[in-house]
C-alpha cells in the first residue's frame, strides 16, 4: 500500500488557545503513530492567528515527546527566513533527541506576507535567489564537509531525511538536481502537479542519498460516516482558506452546514480549485479518491492535511481513511 502520512498545521480553534493547538498537535500524533501513518509534519507559518507551528523545530520536540516510532518533520522549513548553519542545529538537536526520525522538508516561500522581511530583519526576495546554495550548505553541515569554517553541533552527522517541498516546476528541477526526494503541494496548490512530478522524474539524478526518484503528494483528505459529515468537517478549514485569501484570516472557526453553496460564485470557484486534489466523503469515497490521486501521480507517499475545529472529528477521520485505504489495497 502506498505510504501515508498527516500534515497538521497546529490550528488554533476559535474559543482556544496556542497551548490547545499544541495538546491537540501531539495528540493527533500519536494517534497516526497508533494507526500505521507514516510521517507526521508540521509546517512553518507566520503571523496567522489560527496556527500555532511557527516555531517548528520547538513543536516537533514536543511531538517527539508524545511519539515513539512515527517519523516527524518539518513539512516545511521556510528556508530562506532562516540561516542554514541554525537549522542544522536545530534539527540536528532533534535527531539526537530522537534518532532516525526527523525529516527536515525545505521550501523557498515565506510562510507569510511581505512583512515578515521586514520583522526579520531580511531581504528575502534575495535570500531565496540563494535557496538551492543553502540546500546544499545544509547538506554539507549534515555530513560535516572539511571545508565548512565551523561545524554544526549537533548536526554534524545527523541522520536526517532531507526533501525539497514545492508548488511550482523550480523546486521539482532542484530536487531532481540534487537527487531528494520531492514533495508537491497539491492540498492548496494543485495547478502545476502533474507537470512538476514528470519534470521532476525526467531530470532525477541519482545521488548517495536516493538511487530513483521519490514523490510525495500533499492532499487534503475527510472521511465521515457520511458525506454530509464530511464536508461539514471541511468547512472549518475551507472557511479559513476564504478568509485568508479575503485577508482576514484568523483562529480556525467551527463548521458550517452548507458552506460552499453559500458562497458566491467567485470564492466558489478559488476553493474548486484549491481543493481539485482532494479526498472528503464516506471512508469508500475517501479511499476511491485518494487512490484515483496514486493512479494519476504515481505518488510514493501522500502526506494528508485537514484539520478540524474538533480534533475528535480528525482523529475518526484518520482512522476511518487508514481502515479503509487498507481495505482497498490489493491483496
Request: contains cysteine; negative net charge.
Amino acid at each position: 500500500m502506498t505510504l501515508l502520512s498527516v500534515l497538521d498545521f497546529a490550528s488554533i480553534p476559535e474559543g482556544g488557545s496556542a497551548s490547545d493547538a499544541l495538546a491537540n498537535s501531539a495528540r493527533l500524533a500519536a494517534h497516526a503513530e497508533a494507526e500505521g501513518y507514516h510521517r507526521f509534519w508540521l509546517a512553518e507559518h507566520h503571523a496567522m492567528p489560527g496556527i500555532a507551528s511557527s516555531a517548528v523545530s520547538v513543536c516537533l520536540a514536543h511531538v517527539g515527546h508524545a511519539t515513539s516510532r512515527i517519523r516527524i518533520g518539518a513539512g516545511g522549513i521556510m528556508l530562506p527566513n532562516h540561516n542554514p548553519f541554525v537549522i542544522a542545529e536545530q534539527f540536528g538537536t532533534l535527531d539526537a533527541l530522537f534518532p532516525g526520525r526527523i525529516d527536515l522538508g525545505l521550501g523557498r516561500a515565506p510562510g507569510a506576507d511581505s512583512r515578515i522581511g521586514r520583522m526579520l530583519r531580511k531581504d528575502l526576495h534575495a535570500a531565496a535567489e540563494y535557496f538551492p546554495q543553502d540546500v546544499v550548505e545544509l547538506q554539507a553541515l549534515f555530513a560535516g564537509d572539511e571545508g565548512l569554517p565551523l561545524p554544526a553541533i549537533p548536526g554534524l552527522g545527523a541522520k536526517i531525511e532531507m526533501w525539497v517541498l514545492g508548488s511550482s516546476l523550480f523546486g521539482a528541477q532542484l530536487a531532481a538536481k540534487l537527487g531528494l526526494p520531492y514533495a508537491f503541494a497539491a492540498h492548496f496548490a494543485p495547478t502545476h502537479l502533474d507537470e512538476a512530478l514528470r519534470l521532476y522524474r525526467q531530470r532525477f539524478e541519482p545521488s548517495d542519498l536516493l538511487d530513483r526518484p521519490h514523490v510525495m503528494v500533499g492532499t487534503t483528505a475527510y472521511a465521515a460516516e457520511t458525506s454530509e459529515e464530511a464536508y461539514l468537517l471541511a468547512s472549518s478549514m475551507d472557511q479559513s482558506f476564504i478568509a485568508l485569501r479575503t485577508g482576514r484570516p484568523g483562529k480556525l472557526p467551527p463548521p458550517v452546514p452548507g458552506y460552499r453553496d453559500s458562497l458566491p460564485p467567485q470564492a466558489a470557484a478559488q476553493l474548486r480549485g484549491t481543493r481539485e486534489v482532494s479526498a472528503i466523503g464516506t471512508p469508500v469515497e475517501v479511499a476511491e479518491k485518494l487512490s484515483a490521486i496514486i493512479a494519476r501521480t504515481g505518488a510514493d507517499e501522500l502526506v494528508l492535511a485537514g484539520n478540524t475545529f474538533d480534533t475528535d472529528a480528525r482523529i475518526r477521520s484518520l482512522s476511518l481513511t487508514m481502515e479503509a485505504m487498507r481495505a482497498a489495497a490489493p491483496a
